[in-house]
């Protein structure tokens, strides 16, 4: 049976929603746990030996893991969106300048890789929304003649 229309018993709970997974000093703790997590976790990339009696050969080169929103989302366990709106909503103002900190140190991170060569820089600039874009504008006369 539904509840009755017009009803107030929504004003009988002691709290409105549940609670934050983090607060900002926590998500700022959890941040700095993830930035020494992903700087001690290295990928390995593949390269070929170029010359010698082993050219040809495979070895791992240790290289340094690139950052992310969403790998750091998936470190702390919570949503993409989670995090968007602990960055921008209102009603979330004790996250801003958490969550501007940790995409700040994000992207430069990204940013700084690509400029020395260890991410690629096609990628990294797409993902931070570097482009050199140009707009060509094209005007076609026709002229109709009986």
């Given amino acids: 049976m ?4 017009g009803n107030t018993y929504w004003q009988f709970r002691n709290k409105h929603g549940r609670d934050f997974k983090y607060t900002p000093d926590a998500l700022w703790e959890e941040a700095v746990k993830y930035f020494e997590w992903i700087s ?5 990339k593949k390269e070929a030996i170029k010359s010698g009696e082993m050219a040809g050969t495979l070895i791992d080169i240790p290289t340094q893991t690139p950052m992310s929103i969403e790998s750091f989302c998936l470190f702390a366990d919570i949503d993409d969106n989670t995090f968007f ?5 209102k009603g ?3 996250f801003w300048d958490v969550t501007t900190r940790i995409r700040k140190i994000i ?8 400029t020395v060569g260890a991410y690629n820089p096609n990628i990294i600039a797409r ?4 482009s050199d ?4 504008a094209q005007s ?4 109709f003649e009986d």
């Fill in 2 to 5: 539904a509840a009755p229309k």
């Fill in 140 to 143: 076609v006369i026709i002229n």
């Fill in 40 to 44: 001690e976790n290295v990928w390995n």
């Fill in 92 to 94: 979330y103002e004790d």
């Fill in 85 to 89: 709106r602990y960055e921008k909503e």
């Fill in 107 to 114: 992207e430069s991170n990204q940013f700084e890789g690509a």
């Fill in 133 to 136: 874009k140009q707009e060509i």
């Fill in 127 to 130: 993902k931070l929304g570097l």
